[in-house]
């Protein structure tokens, strides 16, 4: 959306995507203000997979998955409080890069040729990146990353019917719920933007999206570590720290500690 008449320290706005917030409305620093700081909880539940996935032994996997999700949010701040094209690829690129770690924990544990999907997986995002930095996609980024999505969704609903375990399956209906809420405030804001930039009070529905995906990512991630550590004999339960925020913990053998 259009500045607010505070001066801008990053310059003229560069980016090919604005979002239905005014900019620099609260800072010449930061040109959309909550679309920025909404991004603060994904960081922080990244941590918490993060410290849980080390402090148990969980796979490496697990633990790059949890910091690709805080390099996304933290992208996503920057390119939010510039709006620069080229920190715009810090958002995108790493959107990307995410879904690709996404596909390699979901679906590598039944790949036969087990140096192949990395090094697949590797190439692609690179090339991507490359494209990236060359080209303004536009719709096409959109497409691409909807389609990386998709693919998801056959394996993720594949763990869900094979779980018994009711706590692991509310986190399944979990991340599915957020997904749906977040994408919600996402479309209400780029269809309605002009009707709710003249609100007394922007709803801010991006950055409602983006809140919704950190708790997302969390749950999908919790998920998905609960369905790996029952395919290795680990015994996984679902508890909640403070008898609210679910966490998986886990008991290995003996002879696997």
Partial sequence: MEDSGIS?????VTSTTEL???????????????????????????????TNALRQRFEKRFSVLHISNMILAIGSMIFHATLQHVLQQSDETPMVWEMLLYLYVLYSPDWHYRSTMPTF???????????????????????????LCLLCIPRMY????????????????????????????????????KKLSHWYINP?????????MGF????????????????LGWEPQVVHLFGVFPYVKIHKPKKQE
């Fill in 8 to 12: 801008s320290f990053w310059g003229p």
């Fill in 216 to 231: 997302n990512s969390y749950f999908a991630n919790a998920f998905l570590m609960f369905c790996r550590a029952q395919q």
């Fill in 204 to 212: 801010q529905g991006h950055a409602w999206w983006h809140v919704l």
């Fill in 20 to 50: 239905c917030e005014e900019n620099y409305a609260h800072s010449s620093y930061i040109a959309e203000f909550y679309n920025t700081i909404s991004n603060i909880p994904c960081i922080l539940f990244a941590l918490i997979g993060l």
């Fill in 121 to 147: 997986l590797f190439l692609y995002g690179a090339a991507f990146a490359v494209a990236h930095s060359l080209v303004r996609f536009g719709i096409g980024f959109k497409i691409h990353y909807v389609g």
């Fill in 158 to 193: 594949k763990y869900y019917i094979q779980t018994k375990d009711a706590s692991a399956k509310r986190l399944a209906k979990l991340y599915v719920a957020t997904i749906f809420l977040g994408t919600i405030c996402w479309l209400l804001d780029r269809m309605f933007c």
